[in-house]
């Protein structure tokens, strides 16, 4: 089964940094490119980030630019978000999610459950 | 930086078709995506490329893409369906690309 696990949220003070973790098993990992999304509560999705397959291209959302990294490790499967100088308005539930290399661009055809980070002081 | 509009929110009644806009400017120039997101879950992959539909996800849904306009549409609507929908799309046209979200849609099932 195609499954992505996200990890690290919890509550920090505002200016404080926190490690996200997304563990990914049933397809080849290293195969994909991956992406950040957040929602912050009561509201719409927003995407964070994105990572290719190898690392060698990476995006951020300007909201975030400066303050957050995005980084993979393909043997061990797993996809990072290091987040910086934390905001309150970073408070949200963030989600990682498989690119899914539509002809288009960008398509996320499978998410996680989601880990909450709350910034608060 | 590209911008999507989505309306608020749509009703309709089970049976009946639910029809929901994505405005973009020259959006029918672009690829568009459809998540749903029902209360507590994930969001979902239910459209990619403006019309086609992942495995698993019923016939019910469709879209389509032209102009100013993208619109997913949901036939025969139950009221499992009801839900948040959200268009996406992949904006390369800066040197900054972004992958953008409209700002939902709640679709509610009378």
Known sequence: ?121 | SYVLTQPPSVSVAPGQTARITCGGNNIGSKSVHWYQQKPGQAPVLVVYDDSDRPSGIPERFSGSNSGNTATLTISRVEAGDEADYYCQVWDSSSDHPDVVFGGGTKLTVL
């Open chain 1, 1 to 121: 089964e195609v499954q992505l696990v996200e990890s690290g949220g919890g509550l920090v003070q505002p200016g404080g940094s926190l490690r996200l973790s997304c563990a990914a098993s049933g397809f080849t990992f290293s195969s994909y490119s991956m992406n950040w999304v957040r929602q912050a509560p009561g509201k719409g999705l927003e995407w964070v980030s994105y990572i290719s397959s190898s690392s060698s291209t990476i995006y951020y959302a300007d909201s975030v630019k400066g303050r957050f990294t995005i980084s993979r490790d393909n043997a061990k499967n797993s996809l990072y978000l290091q987040m910086n100088s934390l905001r309150a308005e970073d408070t949200a539930v963030y989600y990682c999610a498989r690119d899914g290399y539509c002809s288009g661009g960008s398509c996320l055809d499978v998410w996680g459950k989601g880990t909450t980070v709350t910034v608060s002081s």
